[in-house]
């Protein structure tokens, strides 16, 4: 079946080192995003990135759809950058739906 | 800024209960959605909705069905709340046509004892 999957499930970095996170799909989308969860549990759009690449601030992500996978590349990281990454996937033929992978869990430290 | 807001933060109910989750969007948007989290799993849909009156079945519905009467509000009930249903649940929103404005709620930690 389709499926979405992460990696790695956890990292420890300490401030200001810099990550990078992964996501494989199994099949062709036509929507990938990637989110964040907050210590509170609030989920946040990161970004909307079917394909290329998009930069904001710190974080920049990278989806290269042909080899059905994505990277999230976290630079200088910050205490504040703790919580869980998750990317979702729009697989074509699959109305709106996303489908989650199970999350990368970050814990930056001082 | 779209909001989605869950009428509880966090519920506890006893086995066998009926419980309502509520979950209203104030943007308009066509798609509603019910997900549950749980460790280690990620994020599994419930059910969804692309307009009123309409649902769909996610990837796990069973114990779960959902009402939504009104564009803004979509419900959902656990008919007979059993212990393995202990789990955040989370609901979204989006347009039809932009999947890209996924926005979700705060999420209803709920315990069944």
């Known amino acids: 079946g389709i499926q979405v999957e992460q990696s790695p499930p956890d990292l420890i970095l300490q401030e200001g080192a810099n990550s990078t996170l992964r996501c494989n799909f199994s099949?062709?989308?036509?929507?990938l995003q990637w989110f964040h969860q907050n210590p509170w549990g609030q989920l946040i759009n990161l970004f909307y990135?079917?394909?290329g690449t998009k930069q904001n601030g710190r974080l920049s992500a990278t989806t290269v759809a042909t080899e059905r996978y994505s990277l999230l590349y976290i630079s200088s990281s910050q205490t504040t950058d703790s919580g869980v990454y998750f990317c979702?996937?729009?697989?074509?033929?699959?109305?709106?739906?996303?489908?989650f992978g199970t999350g990368t869990r970050l814990q930056v430290t001082l | 800024d779209v909001k989605v807001t869950q009428s509880s933060r966090y519920l506890v109910k006893r086995t066998g209960e009926k419980v309502f989750l509520e979950c209203v969007q104030d943007?308009?948007?066509?798609?509603m959605f019910w997900y549950r989290q749980d460790p280690g799993l990620g994020l599994r849909l419930i059910y969804f909705?692309?307009?009123?009156?309409?649902?769909e079945k996610g990837d796990i519905p069973e114990g779960y069905s959902v009402s939504r009467e009104k564009k803004e509000r979509f419900s959902l009930i656990l008919e007979s709340a059993s212990t393995n249903q202990t789990s955040m649940y989370l609901c979204?929103?989006?347009?039809?046509?932009?999947?890209?404005?996924?926005?979700f709620g705060s999420g209803t930690r709920l315990t069944v004892v």
């Open positions: 943007m308009d948007h066509e798609n």
């Open positions: 099949d062709s989308v036509n929507n």
């Open positions: 909705s692309y307009d009123v009156k309409m649902k």
């Open positions: 979702a996937a729009r697989f074509t033929g699959t109305a709106s739906k996303l489908t």
């Open positions: 990135i079917p394909s």
């Open positions: 979204a929103s989006s347009f039809e046509d932009r999947v890209r404005g996924y926005t």
